[in-house]
């Protein structure tokens, strides 16, 4: 379940409940082999996850769409059980890296997901992100549904 997103010129913070246990939603989030099952929009096939899942360790994800091959890179700066910062790239972009900061919170509900994403360089890469985000969500929730 979606609560109401914030945006600014750069960031963006998006909350979302996923009727599943902490640690489901946070294996989801950190092992490859599950990240392949839900993570891009609607229309994005994860062709290739790589993660070395540690402080400083990096990770890439190549996603294909209709309108091509894309890839997000980064680095871990955080890992904690309930919470993970890292930075986020897109290959062959000149744009500046991002960062990303997602908690984990135990609900009545099942988890609470609080993603935020700042330092993205225009207000139409938020709404990209965006759109990207809320659409990663609900194929999550899908496959955790479907597990």
Known sequence: MLKEPSISESSLSISYVIN????????AWTEK????????????RINNVEADLKVDGKFEIEMESPDG??????EYRAIESDKLIFSWCWKESMVDESLMTVKFS????????DLTHEQLPSKQAVGYHMEGWISSFKKLEKYLIDA
Do not use: R
């Open 69 to 74: 091959v894309f890839i997000a890179y980064g």
């Open 33 to 44: 082999k599950e990240i392949v099952l839900w993570m891009g929009g609607s229309n994005v």
């Open 106 to 113: 135990p609900t009545a509900d099942g988890t609470l997901i």
């Open 20 to 27: 599943s246990s902490l640690e489901q939603v946070y294996s």
